[in-house]
């Protein structure tokens, strides 16, 4: 037959995009620049339209519910830990931080020597309106020389947004 009569087929992910934070963060609060989608040797371009993003605001090409995985590399110097949490709006206002990724020495050794160590985490979203639902990324907890890694030749602080179903 043509196939004609077939019903209940998914399009798959309609949306994939792939971003990463290009400069170190050295303070607290939103990350709002050094935001790029990553173009590096053999990535892969956006599935449909992608992110838009404007000084650390993510809007949502399209309603539906996203999985958003988020990964950051953090750098403590001495005793402290490093924190970066994804914030959402549902009124393109007031934000709510609702996931956390956090590394260093204070949470767990209690130690004085620095650290390097890399958190990853996930958030299943529900993008009900594209004008009101958008999320940024927030650091906290950095004290002193301490610092999220980033560089722009390699992802070590990155965000990925995938569309995979509908709202």
């Given at each position: 037959?043509?196939?004609a ?17 290009t ?6 609060g ?20 992608g ?23 953090f ?15 549902t ?8 996931s956390?990724?956090?590394?260093g020495q204070?949470h ?16 299943f ?22 610092y ?12 990925i947004?995938?569309?995979i179903?509908?709202?």
């Amino acid at each position: 037959g043509s196939g004609a009569a077939l019903t209940g087929i998914s399009a798959g992910i309609t949306e994939l995009d792939h971003w990463y934070l290009t400069s170190n963060k050295t303070s607290n609060g939103d990350i709002t620049a050094n935001l790029s989608r990553v173009g590096l040797t053999g990535a892969a371009a956006q599935i449909g339209t992608g992110m838009a993003e404007s000084s650390g605001i993510f809007t949502f090409p399209s309603t539906g519910k996203y999985l958003i995985i988020f990964t950051a590399t953090f750098v403590s110097v001495g005793n402290d830990s490093v924190l970066m949490r994804l914030a959402v709006t549902t009124n393109n206002s007031s934000y709510t931080e609702v996931s956390q990724c956090v590394g260093g020495q204070s949470h767990y050794s209690g130690g004085s020597a620095n650290s390097a160590t890399a958190s990853t985490q996930f958030y299943f979203l529900d993008v009900t309106d594209t004008s009101n639902v958008k999320v940024k990324f927030v650091v906290g907890s950095i004290a002193g020389s301490s610092y999220v890694e980033a560089v722009s030749d390699t992802v070590r602080t990155g965000f990925i947004f995938a569309r995979i179903g509908d709202t």
